[in-house]
């Protein structure tokens, strides 16, 4: 690349500004003055530009190897009602339901358990520590799985979905109490929402 294209290219990125702000609602980014959003793309809204970002995203159960061998290993979703499963509450302050999917059968377990806990990533730890099975994303296992603290249950029911889209409107909407609406040569200001909600 051409020195005085690589440098107007720096340029660009730096008069650009995000500021990213996550939420546990799906949030109408229009009406509450966002640029874009960031959803599951199977949730983004139908009447915005979608662009996936590509990136597969799974959620798996869970359990410690000595947990597994004391409660047995569940076979179908169904077994999961006779084991201690460590529920998360989501940031909208419900309790993170338990979906599944296999052909065209999608079933959702009210699973039961005595331990309820604010984050995913914390029920991953706690089903590490032996205190149950744990429904969480496998990026957060994944470090547990690598070493043996956890193994995967029900693979075949919890299979990879479609990940995080980038959506934003078909025609530029603009709040006038915004700043980065005014036109600026000197900085761009990108206001990004993110609803990390796992399904609907």
Request: charged share 25%.
């Amino acid at each position: 690349m051409p020195v005085a294209a690589s440098s107007r290219a720096q340029l660009r990125v730096k008069l650009i500004r995000i500021d990213l702000v996550t939420e546990g609602r799906l949030v109408d980014i229009i009406a509450e003055g966002f640029d874009a959003g960031l959803r599951l793309g199977t949730i983004a809204p139908q009447d915005m530009i979608a662009l996936p970002l590509g990136i597969e995203e799974a959620l798996v159960i869970v359990g410690a190897p000595a947990y597994l061998d004391a409660r047995g290993v569940p076979q179908t979703p169904g077994d999961l009602l006779a084991h201690e499963c460590i529920r998360a509450r989501l940031p909208s302050g419900t309790i993170m339901a338990w979906e599944f999917g296999k052909g065209s059968r999608v079933p959702e377990v009210d699973v039961g358990g005595r331990l309820t806990l604010g984050t995913t990533e914390l029920a991953a730890k706690a089903a590490a520590a032996g205190l149950g099975l744990a429904y969480v994303e496998r990026r957060e296992a994944e470090p547990f799985l690598s070493d043996g603290r956890l193994m995967q249950v029900l693979a075949d029911w919890t299979p990879p979905f479609e990940g995080e889209a980038l959506y934003y409107p078909r025609q530029r909407h603009c709040v006038r109490s915004q700043r980065h609406c005014r036109p600026s040569p000197q900085l761009h200001h990108i206001k990004l929402c993110q609803s990390h909600v796992k399904r609907l």
